[in-house]
């Protein structure tokens, strides 16, 4: 972030499906500079959410957030809701919230660790998104909350169970969610209530 005298500002946003969670790349992709908002210099990403994957992504031009809140020994929650190809099983599920081996970075193998995880129904007025999965194509709608975020996780952890994902959309950081936004959305934030809904707490 440059040295500039501008107050920090704090940003949450729907990112939509076929966009990356950066402003510039040497890609032809969607990028958050596509967005209908003028972002400040020095804003960033805090985490990333695939090209493939949509919801809640917070921007800020505090370079402190990413430290306090995904390096921190504290664990904060992260929601999704994912729809998977297929019926899911009790089984399954029970499975999914014990813990699930997958391969990372470097080959090697891990297991995560136990997370919330609940079949639920498909939200009432969910936007419809292209190539959308017909309604009686057999598939499942699963909310998962995790404390970690290894690279594509959420998709590995139903892979590995025999489950295809098809649309994962994440809800909520802690405590800042989605709501009633819309794909593309943007909402600045008050600094205090953005740390405070992060359940960190101000340096």
Known sequence: MPET???LRYFAVYKPINMVSQFISPDQVGLLGDLDFDFPEGTHAIGRLDSQSEGLLLL??????????????????RTYLVQVLQHMSPETLLLLRNGV??????NVNWTSSPCEAKIVEKPIGLHVIENELLDFIPHTWVEITLTEGKFHQIRKMVKTLRHKC???IRLSIENISLNEMKPGEVKEMDKADFYTRLNISIP
């Not at 370079?63 to 504290?74: G, W």
């Not at 081996?101 to 470097?106: A, L, Y």
């Open 5 to 7: 005298n501008q107050p």
């Open 60 to 77: 800020t031009m505090d370079k402190r957030i990413t430290r306090l809140l995904f390096q921190s020994k504290i664990p904060h929650n």
């Open 101 to 106: 081996e997958f391969k990372i970075k470097g």
């Open 166 to 168: 098809r649309r994962l």
